[in-house]
């Protein structure tokens, strides 16, 4: 997967709570698309009020915000099915950062997996990104910092915030849950001559 380390990007606020995966990607878009098709439908529900007719009023859909690779969210994003195109949607169709109070467990743990940075913040913190965002109107950048764990809004300030360090050195390293373990390779043989040679029999 793509390597995190530092994103400079207009950030968009999208202050809804439990938006879920099947907003985030409706169900019968991952029964005939690949993973790499999925992003012109990311949020399909919310960006257009028909097929083919934009939602003007949604944020991603005003002039500012089309290029945001930063999604600013309300509590629970990524909440209901588990479903990891939910994050290939949103990865495809550019976003790399998400900023929220809470998120669903399995759709936090699939960003982590596939590239996308999820950053837990409290509340107020969340809204207050969020409201610097609005003013900046996609004109002035946010920058995430995932080596220094550390977000610079556009009007300067630094609001540090935490990752797990397994997940923040995959993310940093750009390694998916098999690079990760093939990495231990020397460690799992050693496992397994010392347990062959304990128990023999399983390996009849």
Do not use: H
């Not at 907003?23 to 028909?50: K, M, Q, S, T």
């Not at 002039?63 to 195109?85: K, Q, T, V, W």
């Not at 799992?188 to 009849?204: C, K, L, M, Q, T």
């Amino acid at each position: 997967m793509e390597k995190f380390v530092t994103l400079e990007a207009v950030a968009a606020p999208l202050m809804r709570v439990n938006v879920n995966t099947d907003v985030i990607i409706p169900i019968d878009r991952l029964v005939f698309l690949d993973r790499e098709e999925l992003g012109p439908y990311a949020l399909e529900p919310l960006r257009y009020l028909a097929p083919g007719r934009e939602n003007p009023e949604f944020i991603l859909n005003r002039p500012g915000y089309r290029n945001a690779r930063i999604l600013i969210a309300g509590a629970n994003f990524g909440c209901g099915s588990s479903r990891e195109g939910a994050v290939w949607a949103l990865e495809n169709f550019g976003i790399r950062c998400l900023i929220a109070p809470s998120y669903g467990d399995i759709f936090f743990n699939n960003c982590c997996k596939n590239g996308v940075l999820p950053i837990v913040l409290p509340s107020e913190t969340v809204d207050q990104l969020a409201a610097e965002a609005e003013a900046a109107d996609g004109q002035r950048p946010f920058r995430i910092d995932l080596e220094a764990e550390c977000i610079r809004t556009p009007s300067g300030r630094e609001i540090a915030f935490a990752t797990d360090p397994a997940n923040r050195e995959a993310l940093l390293q750009g390694l998916d849950e098999i690079t990760m373990t093939l990495r231990r390779d020397a460690e799992i043989a050693a496992f397994e001559a010392e347990n062959r040679a304990a128990r023999p029999w399983i390996y009849v």
